[in-house]
């Protein structure tokens, strides 16, 4: 496949399972991660009944009375966990017309004042009346937690196709394994008229891999070809869709590729699309721009086979030369959401909008 790929691979899990088909896995990994940077993932070893129980919520959990979303509004928690109102965010100047939830897997927060203030964002995450929907937590909770031991047995699958020795990505994660991932469950309703189409706009992933379930029928995800062309990923059910982060492409010398992505509103007059993305971290400490990874050159040479191909419409994390990985974040979180800024990191909120509190906050 050249560089102006016209799709997103689909990689079926259950080869890993046969050793006479493992090796085809692992090849296809290597095209995905080099040349695409998107993947679909079928047949993931997530309990279906999980899959369907999470998708059966996502409607419900912002059907709720506004009042009761507001008790777990983002601005209460340091962690920035917590429900979001329509229209918060800005990308690219517009404004985002997307509803929606952070939540986290568990983690209890032991910082102490005098440590840096990035150690604050990993902590418990606030959830929607437990009344108003029954079981919400304790099926999402489980759905992480396999979503979770996926990702690491993905970042060894990474390994296996970069021919890494085993274990070399264990290095970005804490050593005691008291690691957070990030997840939200995402609401993007049919715009009132043709204005803007913006659910989010053009943007990349910063962590090392992102695993979304498409949760609703609609389209509206797409992937910026090294062309600029902009590809349609619908969903597919009984698949993630698996993509890299800047993180990732940082380590791996831009071996594995973060690909520029955006999702577009439904059309005018149709039910909303949900989704739901899990984030892996990494160490909130290390710092990714002095932690490159070596690899066999004749590796190497198929990104140079790939070519950089032109500008995307989406902005670099250059912080990663700069701070730590834990640093980087809280950048981001503290730009997106000034309200959480403003009362939890008062410092950081002042030198971003010395203005005062804006109409927005802005993601890129």
Not at 169 to 188: E, I
Request: net charge negative.
């Amino acid at each position: 496949m050249s560089a102006n790929f016209s799709s997103v691979p689909i990689l079926d899990y259950s080869l890993l399972s046969n050793p006479a088909t493992r090796s085809e896995f692992v090849r296809q990994l290597q095209h995905a991660l080099i040349n695409v940077g998107f993947l679909y993932l079928s047949n993931p070893p997530v309990a279906r009944e999980d899959i369907d129980a999470v998708i059966d919520y996502c409607p419900r959990v912002f059907d709720i009375p506004q009042d009761a979303k507001l008790k777990v509004r983002m601005a209460n928690s340091p962690h920035f966990f917590g429900y979001s109102l329509l229209g918060a965010e800005l990308t690219k100047g517009k404004t985002d017309q997307r509803e929606q939830y952070d939540f986290g897997t568990p983690f209890e927060n032991t910082w102490q004042p005098g440590e840096p203030e990035y150690l604050k964002l990993w902590g418990p995450a606030q959830w929607p009346d437990e009344e108003l929907v029954p079981g919400f937590k304790s099926t999402f909770l489980r759905y992480l937690s396999q979503v979770e031991k996926l990702s690491f047995e993905f970042t060894r699958l990474i390994e296996e196709a970069f021919e890494l020795p085993p274990h070399t990505l264990d290095k970005f994660f804490p050593p005691d394994g008291r690691v957070q991932h990030r997840a939200k469950v995402v609401k993007y309703p049919a715009p009132a008229d043709a204005s803007s189409n913006q659910g989010v706009g053009p943007h990349f992933d910063g962590g090392f891999l992102t695993f979304l379930l498409q949760a609703s029928p609609h389209r509206g995800l797409q992937v910026q070809n090294l062309a600029g062309d902009w590809i349609d990923a619908p969903p597919i059910p009984g698949t993630f869709v698996v993509n890299i982060g800047k993180a990732l492409e940082t380590v791996t010398q831009g071996l594995a590729k973060a690909t520029s992505h955006r999702v577009l509103s439904p059309e005018v007059g149709s039910t909303p699309r949900y989704s739901v993305p899990f984030f892996q971290n990494i160490s909130q400490t290390i710092k990714i721009g002095e932690s490159i990874l070596s690899f066999n050159p004749e590796i190497l040479k198929l990104k140079d086979a790939r070519g950089e191909g032109g500008a995307t419409d989406s902005v670099n994390y250059a912080e990663y030369g700069q701070y730590s990985s834990g640093q980087v974040a809280l950048l981001g979180r503290v730009r997106s959401h000034p309200d959480v800024a403003q009362r939890h990191y008062p410092d950081l909120f002042k030198q971003f909008f010395p203005d005062g509190f804006p109409s927005q906050g802005f993601a890129y």
